[in-house]
């Protein structure tokens, strides 16, 4: 594996075990884009994670400004 597609890895948020088992299936196409597709649904659900408690955040500020309270 050269050094960019190493970096991208990591880049990506790719661990040393997650590098480890690219590197082995990097003869396999379809093996390889099933690995980032299972870390870029990883990625996502932690996106979306995040995305409910910042919606969470803002209802509490809606409710505090429409309480008045500080």
């Known amino acids: ?15 040393e ?6 590197e082995s299936c990097i003869c396999d196409t379809k093996q390889c884009e099933k690995l980032l597709a299972a870390h870029r649904r990883e990625l996502l659900d932690e996106v979306h994670s995040k995305e409910d408690n910042i919606s969470c955040l803002d209802y509490l500020v809606y409710i505090m400004k429409k309480e008045g309270l500080k």
């Not at 075990?17 to 690219?22: N, R």
């Open 17 to 22: 075990d997650f590098i480890s088992k690219f």
């Open 1 to 15: 594996m050269n050094d960019s597609v190493r970096q991208n890895l990591i880049d990506a948020g790719c661990d």
